[in-house]
């Protein structure tokens, strides 16, 4: 039997929300090393999640602020912008 892989959509803030728990527990020191370990794996998916997420939308960013023929326009970004 095989395994299906159902598509999830990827939450950055909570998962940056569990990453900053995780690390939080493995500072406080009260885990095992076994659970260490778990978090710190737990830690790495979570973190390579983020980063493929912030890499996206700079590309939808960077699709946005393209000029009439196709060139990336850099423009600062600020708040209320």
């Given at each position: 039997?095989?395994?299906?892989?159902?598509?999830?959509?990827?939450?950055?803030?909570?998962?940056?929300?569990?990453?900053?728990?995780?690390?939080?527990?493995?500072?406080?020191?009260?885990?095992?090393?076994?659970?260490?370990?778990?978090?710190?794996?737990?830690?790495?998916?979570?973190?390579?999640?983020?980063?493929?997420?912030?890499?996206?939308?700079?590309?939808?960013?960077?699709?946005?602020?393209?000029?009439?023929?196709?060139?990336?326009?850099?423009?600062?970004?600020?708040?209320e912008?």
């Amino acid at each position: 039997m095989t395994k299906e892989k159902i598509a999830v959509a990827f939450n950055f803030e909570s998962s940056l929300a569990k990453l900053e728990t995780l690390v939080q527990q493995m500072e406080q020191g009260d885990l095992s090393l076994e659970d260490s370990l778990a978090a710190f794996e737990r830690g790495i998916v979570l973190t390579r999640g983020c980063q493929a997420a912030l890499a996206q939308a700079e590309q939808k960013v960077n699709v946005l602020m393209q000029d009439a023929q196709g060139r990336v326009v850099e423009q600062s970004f600020s708040k209320e912008s």
